[in-house]
């Protein structure tokens, strides 16, 4: 090889380590940007003392939830934004097209990758299930809460916090839909529910099992949830103030019949039975039901009972009685599902498609 050409290789191979270390560098210093938006509930609650169930929900600010975390600085550049303020028994629609319009603002811009909603446990399925059908991206959302308060021994905030962080920057995240992260676990937003009032182990998503498990950033993942949603949902809020009002009646052993009367006179648009068993209620309420039904108010059978499916036609002949099945969705989802469908006119048979879609 003649000198010239020894140099020119020379210079070849240095360009391809420079190159090399340039990208690898430069990918380090590429942090995801990840906004959190704050809503409130005992992941941003303080007690007097760390031994105390009593406490103040929303007490804390996010700088100081961040703060709490050590090393979540390192998996992502974090900026916050505090929507709302409120314990989740107290999240409402209004709240939730807050949210759901700012992720939309939010999730288009190249200098986000992600979101995570700090809620409260209570209501959070629905805030999920409600944000699956409405975002309109593929990049991740994910909702995290804690059951104890910031200031509790053992505070389960900083870790959740810490995970949901890290599936939030998993590009593996993306396509899923929007998710929750709590304790280690990673769920659909379709299949999870709270199942213990004050467990540390309080959701479950018994019938699909989990997306994934989550884990010090370190995040596997099992399941891709098959319902439609986010990108596919056909759902749009972004000119949206108000919801229809749907009502949950809850069925029991002789159950009166008057409150579903009551809401249809207070102007219910649709009502979900959380009946007994699989959708089914005594004879008084289903005539009840069936005189809402034939007013052109939508009624969805769901169920009481944590596990199964409420299916079309067995003990009740909805196709008679004009009814709707709530397939998979328990009843606080269900109303979420109804609400969006009522936004436009729709016959019973394509609302009850859509409970067999999303
Ligand atoms: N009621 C509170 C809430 O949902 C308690 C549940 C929690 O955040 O863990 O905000």
């Known amino acids: 090889m003649k000198r010239s050409q020894r140099i020119s290789v020379a210079v070849f191979l240095s360009l391809i380590v420079s190159v090399g270390c340039e990208s690898a560098s430069s990918n380090q210093s590429r942090k995801p940007n990840i906004v959190i938006l704050a809503t409130g509930g005992t992941i941003a609650g303080a007690g007097a003392t760390g031994t105390q169930s009593a406490y103040t929900s929303g007490a804390v600010t996010i700088d100081a939830m961040v703060d709490a975390v050590p090393g979540v600085k390192d998996l992502a550049n974090i900026k ?7 314990g989740s028994q107290d999240m409402s629609f209004d709240i939730m097209l807050k949210v ?19 809620h409260g446990t209570d209501t959070m399925e629905e805030t999920a299930y409600f944000l699956n059908l409405v975002v309109k991206s593929d990049k991740p959302v994910v909702l995290v809460g804690s059951m104890r308060p ?17 599936v939030a920057v998993d590009p593996k995240s993306r396509g899923l839909g929007v998710l929750v992260v709590m304790n280690d676990w990673i769920h659909a937003a379709h299949s999870l529910t709270k199942t213990s009032t004050t467990d540390v182990q309080t959701f479950m998503s018994p019938l699909r099992g989990l997306v994934g498990i989550a884990a010090y950033g370190h995040n596997d993942y099992y399941n891709a949830p098959p319902w439609k949603h986010t990108t596919k949902s056909e759902f749009d809020v972004s000119n949206v103030t108000k919801l229809p009002r749907v009502d949950i009646v809850f069925g029991c ?4 019949p008057d409150l579903i009367d009551a809401s249809v006179n207070n102007g219910a648009k649709g009502i979900v039975i959380a009946g007994v068993g699989n959708g089914n209620m005594n004879k008084a309420s289903l005539d009840a039901a069936e005189r809402a039904a034939k007013k052109g108010v939508v009624v969805v059978r769901s169920s009481r009972v944590a596990l199964g499916t409420v299916g079309r036609n067995v003990e009740v002949k909805d196709d008679d009685m004009g009814f709707v099945a709530s397939d998979e969705l328990n009843p606080q989802k269900s109303r979420i599902l109804l609400s969006l469908a009522l936004l436009k006119p729709r016959q019973v048979s394509q609302i009850q498609d859509l409970f067999y879609s999303y």
């Not at 916050?80 to 409120?86: F, K, L, Y």
């Not at 190249?110 to 979101?115: E, L, N, P």
């Open 253 to 256: 052993a002789d159950m009166s």
């Open 100 to 118: 759901a319009k700012r992720i939309n603002e939010l999730l288009p811009k190249k200098d986000v990758d992600g979101i995570v909603v700090t």
């Open 80 to 86: 916050g934004e505090q929507v709302a303020n409120v």
């Open 150 to 166: 910031s200031t509790a021994v053992s505070a389960d905030g900083p870790l959740n916090l810490y995970n949901a962080i890290g």
